[in-house]
């Protein structure tokens, strides 16, 4: 909070609509990360990731079936 909650309180539901209401992200989403993380990340500039072997929407779609 850093001293001031109403400004935390205020930044959380300002920044609310950033986020899925089902916790997938969209089509490309994962490729668009990959690419902004490329331009500046030493763990990732330059490499070659496989995001079949680092990404999948099994775990949220799984539990959104269970609700």
Known sequence: MAGDKALYV?????????????G????GA?????????T??????????DLSKTFTTEFVTKANAAH
């Open 30 to 38: 994962p490729e668009s990360v990959l690419r902004v993380l490329a």
């Open 24 to 27: 997938l992200m969209p089509a």
């Open 10 to 22: 205020k930044g959380l539901k300002e920044g609310k609509p950033q986020y899925s209401p089902d």
């Open 40 to 49: 500046f990340s030493p763990n990732v500039k330059g490499k070659t990731i």
